[in-house]
């Protein structure tokens, strides 16, 4: 691995995982701390340059977070995004105050282009917006650089000391010439040569875990997704028969899909495969239970007491090994991020299980890295390219109670969505796409009689990073078959609309 490392500083936003991502897209490596991380630390570890990341606060309350402004003066090249901007303004003793006209969206930025920061960025362009408070009036020894209508202050820097920042969010793909300013800052500024690849990352990964693990055993618990199948394969090419893969078939799985699962990877890796089939074990603990915090909980919760049930059977010692990647660090409030939902791996170990450690081989990865890794390792194109699929199955496209009917339901018109996209070659144009059971009942009529039954949501969008997303414009006769035959061919609906809300303000999945 390259020696070439930024430090993206985690001062609590909602994309700064993404920040990284888009860094890495130069090849640049980019690594994450939080902004508790001491200054002696930032200082050891030889970083070409230092991104401050937005965050939801302020920076003038002092319960926000801070950093000493000492790091201004490492010599390092530092680039302030959103929060960030307004924290280096702060720093160095500039105004920020609350702003007399927010700034949400796509907003027009004037750029100064002869700063480094802007090579190659026209005067005009649009730049994504969020935020509440601005720049009233910046340090002294720096220079505005871009302004907006409602902004005078869209970008700032102090060239002589290698310090730049922007109101704005050149890491969202709404910011047209982001990946221009990112480049500008990673080449121009800090000078990093570009040489991280993804090529030994399989060769570096096996051979560190054949050290971590000897001739110990690995237990996995294998959803079939992306992530843990992939942690699959590179614990059974490291590790061989010492891996034990247990799926937990919960009964909240697409149509058909355990058994897919099971036909899948028994037998086709050196490892041990185990299935439990517990749904009506999962069913009694749902019951009536509509919260989706709740239901997560309590899916982890259960999905964790089976698996610690089989891991009880194999007796103690050994590593436990998870799927996890970065996102679902950044969702879970990790690194002192605003939580959007609870991720169902987030469960703490019974005392009475013990291991010698957690492994968790993808945690830096994002998704599309992860998928590459997917097929060098060799997984079939169908399980690298699976589309996202929550932990919680099912159990948060069910929006209330789950009852054993609403999941033949949706997993009935899931089915047919995803042969009509798949018929049509549309699929290939989506990132993702399901169907969602609302708690909700229609009148409807079929054959001259009156309806009252469920309604069925589809959702679908398009995206390359699943931290922002768009929702994706099916054509309208595609639409039509797909509920033409939800409503004639589900028993139970009367009724299918379409979600057409992106991310944000919305999430990916309903709950």
């Known amino acids: 691995m390259t020696n070439e490392k930024i430090l993206v500083l985690d001062f609590g936003g909602q994309y700064n995982q993404l920040i990284a991502r888009r860094v890495r897209d130069h090849h640049v490596y980019a690594e994450i701390l939080p902004y508790t991380v001491s200054l002696d630390e930032i200082r050891a570890n030889g970083y070409k340059g230092i991104i401050f990341t937005g965050g939801p606060n302020s920076v003038f309350d002092p319960a926000s977070p801070h950093y000493t402004p000492d790091i201004l003066s490492l010599g390092i090249p530092v680039l302030g995004i959103c929060y960030g901007c307004q924290l280096i303004c702060h720093m160095e003793q500039g105004t920020v105050a609350t702003a007399p006209v ?3 969206g796509k907003i027009d930025l004037h750029a100064e282009i002869d700063s480094p920061l802007f090579q190659g960025v026209p005067k005009r362009s649009v730049v994504w917006m969020s935020h509440t408070d601005y720049i009233a009036k910046v340090p002294q020894g720096y220079r505005v650089t871009g302004y907006t209508k409602d902004c005078p202050c869209a970008a700032m820097e102090n060239a002589e000391k290698g310090i730049y920042a922007v109101q704005f969010h050149p890491e969202v793909t709404h910011s047209v010439y982001g990946s221009q300013i990112l480049r500008n800052f990673l080449f121009n500024i800090c000078h990093c040569k570009g040489d991280w690849r993804m090529d030994d990352f399989i060769e570096r990964s096996v051979q560190s875990l054949r050290a971590q693990i000897g001739s ?6 294998l959803s079939g997704g992306v992530d843990s199948s992939v942690v699959a394969a590179l614990l059974s090419k490291a590790v061989g ?6 799926f937990v078939d919960h009964g909240l799985m697409r149509k058909n899909e355990g058994d897919v699962i099971e036909q899948t990877f028994r037998g086709a890796f050196d490892m041990q495969f185990v299935r439990a089939d517990c749904k009506d074990r999962f069913l009694t603990r749902l019951k009536g239970v509509s919260d989706p915090e709740q239901k997560r909980k309590i899916i982890g919760e259960e999905f964790y007491a089976v698996f610690w049930d089989e891991i009880r059977k194999a007796g103690d010692g050994g590593f436990f090994a998870q799927g996890t990647i970065y996102p679902d660090f950044i969702e879970s409030g990790n690194g002192k991020a605003a939580t959007i939902k609870t991720h169902h791996n987030e469960v703490k170990k019974p005392a009475d299980i013990q291991f010698d450690a957690v492994i968790e081989p993808l945690r830096e990865l994002f998704k599309d890295e992860v998928r590459k890794v997917g097929e060098a390792l060799g997984l079939p194109h169908e399980i690298v390219w699976r589309q996202p699929f929550p932990g ?4 948060v496209r069910i929006i209330g109670a789950i009852t054993e009917e609403k999941i033949r339901i949706l997993q009935d018109a899931d089915a047919v ?15 993702q796409f399901f169907a969602v059971l609302p708690d909700v009942k229609t009148v409807g009529v079929m054959g ?3 309806t009252y039954e469920h309604l069925i949501a589809l959702r679908a969008v398009t995206t390359d990073n699943f931290m922002t997303a768009d929702w994706a414009r099916i054509p309208y006769d595609l639409l039509e078959k797909i509920s033409n035959r939800i409503t004639n061919e589900v028993q139970g609906v009367n009724r299918v609309v379409y979600d057409i809300t992106s991310k944000p303000p919305g999430t990916i999945e309903w709950e």
């Open 392 to 395: 919680p199955g099912l159990g």
């Open 448 to 450: 001259d009689h009156r």
């Open 216 to 221: 110990k055993r690995v237990i996995l618990g």
């Open 417 to 431: 969505l995803r042969e009509e996209m798949a018929a049509s070659g549309y699929e290939k144009e989506l990132s």
């Open 102 to 104: 927010s700034e949400y």
């Open 241 to 246: 028969s010492q891996l034990t893969c247990v």
